[in-house]
Nanobody, 126 residues
Framework: QVQLVESGGGLVQAGGSLRLSCAASGRTFSSNAMGWFRQAPGRERAFVARITWSGNTYYADSVKGRFTISRDNAKNTVYLQMNSLKPEDTAVYYC????????????????????WGQGTQVTVSS
C-alpha cells in the first residue's frame, strides 16, 4: 500500500521559515515527479511546486524565490523549504506523487497526480 506522510508543519511568524517533509512508502518514486499543493479554507487546492525524476523544478509564481523543492531518492522523501513566509501562505500543505514514469511535464493540476498525503497545517501569523 502506497503512503505519503507529510511532516514539519506548524505555526510560524511572518518572515520565518519551515521545512516540510514527505516520506513515501509502499513503492519507490525515484522515477516519478513529486509535487506540493496547498489548500486554504474555502479555496481550491492549488499547485505550489514540482520536482521531476531528473531534478527539474517548477514553482507557482506566488512562491517563486521563497520556496525550494528537493528530493532525496535514497530516503524516498521530498522536501519543501519555505522561507520568508507570509500570512497568505497559511494552508494545509499536501504532498503528491505523479504515477507516470519519467514525466518531465509541468503538471500543475491535482488531477495529474495519483497519490496524496494527508496534509500538514502551516499557519503564518502576522
Amino acid at each position: 500500500q502506497v503512503q505519503l506522510v507529510e511532516s514539519g508543519g506548524g505555526l510560524v511568524q511572518a518572515g520565518g521559515s519551515l521545512r516540510l517533509s514527505c516520506a513515501a512508502s509502499g513503492r519507490t518514486f525515484s522515477s516519478n515527479a513529486m509535487g506540493w499543493f496547498r489548500q486554504a479554507p474555502g479555496r481550491e487546492r492549488a499547485f505550489v511546486a514540482r520536482i521531476t525524476w531528473s531534478g527539474n523544478t517548477y514553482y507557482a509564481d506566488s512562491v517563486k524565490g521563497r520556496f525550494t523543492i528537493s528530493r532525496d531518492n535514497a530516503k524516498n522523501t521530498v522536501y519543501l523549504q519555505m522561507n520568508s513566509l507570509k500570512p497568505e501562505d497559511t494552508a494545509v500543505y499536501y504532498c503528491a506523487a505523479d504515477g507516470t514514469y519519467y514525466s518531465g511535464s509541468y503538471a500543475t493540476s491535482p488531477h495529474e497526480y495519483d497519490y496524496w498525503g494527508q496534509g500538514t497545517q502551516v499557519t503564518v501569523s502576522s
